[in-house]
């Protein structure tokens, strides 16, 4: 539990801190969603790195994304996905129906033109995740209603 609350203060910490800087003129227009994301893929390469250290190969994309839906997302937000979906030619759809990132935002409707800052640094861990295991892709989340959340993910053929 306490883990769990030092990392939401850490990350609405850090998404103050760029969005400040932003403000400031040290972060020109635009950079901080790609600046946040960079951030989580860094973290979800190396998180993904030691959750897979002792595991065996994985068959396939699918087997993939089934690790990223229960191991990965119940190590970083402690619940698994609740839906996975697939059009089997490289399109995913991660859905949360409650995400711990956007669950201290209100439900109210004008908050969700802030949800994707607070959306970026999770696009950028599940992109890191996917590239340290050989998987290219584009990651990205749309909220309707706070705080479900749904995560695009759509695999780039090498």
Partial sequence: MA???????LH????????????????EN?????KLENMGFRVG??????????????KDELDIMKFVCKDFWTCVFKKQIDNLRTNHQGIYVLQDNKFRLLSQLSAGKQYLEHAPKYLSFSCGLVRGALSSLG?????????????ACKFQIMIQKM
């Fill in 12 to 27: 609405n910490e850090v998404i103050q801190y760029i969005y400040k800087s932003a403000e400031s003129g040290e972060t």
């Fill in 3 to 9: 883990d769990e609350a030092a990392f939401q203060f």
């Fill in 45 to 58: 390469q190396g998180l993904i790195e030691r959750l897979t250290k002792d595991t065996a190969r994985f």
């Fill in 135 to 147: 998987v290219k892709s584009i990651v990205t989340a749309e909220v309707s209603i706070m705080p």
């Fill in 30 to 34: 635009g950079r901080h969603i790609a």
